[in-house]
């Protein structure tokens, strides 16, 4: 048996790390005293794993976990007997059950959508950044590697949806995964070629607000009913 949930890592915890906040999600989950399965061998933790992690820096409202069980536990039950051992700034929002065979959350979710506090001040040349943007067939990016060769590939077509949210931020609708990975800083790099005016945005600018799984024409979240079933 597996719990899928979903939680968000707000702004007052955007420092740390992605296995921080495994030991974190850890230390809860004993604390809580819920019916985790833990590995075998001289070191048992919980079977626990987690969505693509977060850059350093980046709060994040649409993460997911998964958790085998040993034990069948209500899911509203998970998650408030978990959230009453979380630190302020993590909260996991719902969660569902499952007896079936799921594939990771990092084979299956192949999409994010990062939000953008807008660069430029002036609404009128927002836009037309965004429909150069949209209407650009080929940005190419150069994505640095450590001991590798430096990498080239074309960020237009893993933007898959450009728009500005009911807020006034920027949305970015992107490939992520083994598949393809659009890191935020090469969104900034391809409208930098844009606009120049448009300076480096840290990554307190950026917010991921959700991590998708696309099955044309639709995108799912992970605790779709399309989804939990299996594959």
């Known amino acids: 048996m597996l719990i899928r949930a ?16 495994l030991d974190t999600l850890r230390r809860a989950l004993r604390r809580a005293e819920l019916p985790g399965k833990y590995s075998e061998g001289y070191n048992p933790t919980f079977n626990l794993s987690l969505s693509q992690p977060l850059p350093v820096g980046m709060p994040g409202g649409g993460e997911y976990l998964d958790l085998e069980l040993t034990a069948e536990v209500r899911p509203e039950d998970f998650c408030r007997r978990l959230n009453d051992f979380l630190p302020r700034g993590i909260e996991i929002l719902e969660g569902r059950l499952t007896d079936n065979k799921l594939k990771s959350l990092q084979a299956v979710v192949d999409r994010a959508r990062y939000l953008l506090l807008p660069p430029l001040k002036d609404d009128s040349r927002a836009e037309a950044v965004l429909q150069d943007f949209r209407n650009k067939k080929e940005i190419i990016v150069v994505r640095k590697r450590r001991n590798k060769s430096d990498r080239r590939y074309d960020l237009r077509e893993m933007v898959h949806k450009i728009e500005t949210a009911a807020d006034g931020r920027w949305s970015f609708l992107v490939s992520t995964g083994s598949r393809g990975n659009v890191r935020p800083e090469e ?16 990554l307190i600018n950026f917010y991921r607000e959700g991590l998708y799984v696309s099955r044309p024409p639709k995108l799912l979240t992970p605790l779709a009913d399309e989804i939990m079933e299996g594959e």
């Not at 070629?193 to 480096?200: F, K, L, R, T, Y």
């Open 6 to 21: 979903k939680f968000r890592k707000e702004k007052r915890l955007r420092y740390i790390s992605h296995l921080q906040l």
């Open 187 to 202: 969104i900034v790099k391809g409208l930098q070629q844009i606009d120049s005016e448009i300076g480096e945005q840290p």
